[in-house]
């Protein structure tokens, strides 16, 4: 059977930068079909940074090509980088990738860029801006934040506090997918919360100052094809 080909006008698509996983162990870049296949089905053009080495020169060459950039899920950020020795329960952490995404999520900020940041993306984005994690939630959470179910499916509830949020959404609660044991201790200065699970948890933060600048701890890019939600929250991220 041949494979049917996709046709795409890449011309007329909005570049959206994407910051994905690296595989130090294995030198192997990733990013899951479910990021590129959003963006796609919602007419933008994803392009992978070559997460292989820091340069703040290449990072400021792809923001500065891109519309938007979004950071994806991943492994554990390192203490270091907001001032705390590392506890029992704290999981695997990639250093090189911590010290690129830093490095870039500040200067997507600097140059005035979209930002969608997922799952480890939000805690990225905390950290660049001097806020600080729980390292591990389980010993602090009354609810379960790791799910055993599919992706696509929500698990727990959130609470819609924050201005922007309540614009994209229209609800004061909605369901979201969970996989994460890391989250937001104290939240960066000139940051608002805009979502929070029903035990405290934060789950999203912006940043006022600029059109969209957003995290979030969930994996919206499971969910968008089927939840009207979480698409939302991607088309709002795209809108120039």
């Given at each position: 059977?041949?494979?049917?080909?996709?046709?795409?006008?890449?011309?007329?698509?909005?570049?959206?930068?994407?910051?994905?996983?690296?595989?130090?162990?294995?030198?192997?870049?990733?990013?899951?079909?479910?990021?590129?296949?959003?963006?796609?089905?919602?007419?933008?053009?994803?392009?992978?940074?070559?997460?292989?080495?820091?340069?703040?020169?290449?990072?400021?060459?792809?923001?500065?090509?891109?519309?938007?950039?979004?950071?994806?899920?991943?492994?554990?950020?390192?203490?270091?980088?907001?001032?705390?020795?590392?506890?029992?329960?704290?999981?695997?952490?990639?250093?090189?990738?911590?010290?690129i995404e830093l490095e870039a999520m500040r200067i997507s900020y600097e140059m005035?860029?979209?930002?969608?940041?997922?799952?480890?993306?939000?805690?990225?984005?905390?950290?660049?801006?001097?806020?600080?994690?729980?390292?591990?939630i389980e010993r602090k959470s009354s609810i379960s934040h790791y799910q055993n179910?599919?992706?696509?499916?929500?698990?727990?509830?959130?609470?819609?506090?924050?201005?922007?949020?309540?614009?994209?959404?229209?609800?004061?609660?909605?369901?979201?997918?969970?996989?994460?044991?890391?989250?937001?201790?104290?939240?960066?200065?000139?940051?608002e919360i805009e979502a929070e699970s029903m035990d405290g948890i934060v789950e999203?933060?912006?940043?006022?100052?600029?059109?969209?600048?957003?995290?979030?701890?969930?994996?919206?890019?499971?969910?968008?094809?089927?939840?009207?939600?979480?698409?939302?929250?991607?088309?709002?991220?795209?809108?120039?």
């Amino acid at each position: 059977m041949e494979i049917e080909e996709l046709k795409i006008n890449w011309a007329s698509l909005m570049n959206v930068l994407i910051f994905g996983g690296f595989d130090a162990d294995n030198r192997k870049l990733y990013v899951m079909n479910e990021y590129i296949e959003v963006l796609l089905m919602l007419n933008a053009k994803p392009i992978i940074f070559p997460i292989s080495f820091l340069s703040t020169e290449l990072i400021k060459e792809y923001i500065q090509m891109c519309d938007c950039v979004l950071f994806c899920g991943g492994e554990d950020v390192h203490p270091k980088f907001y001032g705390r020795e590392p506890q029992v329960g704290i999981r695997k952490i990639n250093l090189l990738r911590d010290r690129i995404e830093l490095e870039a999520m500040r200067i997507s900020y600097e140059m005035n860029r979209r930002v969608l940041a997922i799952c480890r993306g939000v805690q990225v984005m905390n950290v660049a801006f001097g806020g600080t994690l729980i390292q591990d939630i389980e010993r602090k959470s009354s609810i379960s934040h790791y799910q055993n179910l599919d992706g696509r499916y929500g698990y727990h509830s959130v609470e819609i506090v924050g201005g922007l949020f309540t614009s994209i959404f229209g609800y004061r609660k909605i369901l979201v997918n969970s996989f994460h044991h890391q989250a937001i201790d104290e939240v960066a200065p000139e940051f608002e919360i805009e979502a929070e699970s029903m035990d405290g948890i934060v789950e999203a933060i912006s940043k006022k100052d600029r059109s969209f600048f957003v995290g979030v701890q969930w994996h919206p890019e499971l969910m968008a094809k089927d939840d009207e939600f979480q698409k939302r929250l991607f088309e709002r991220f795209l809108k120039g």
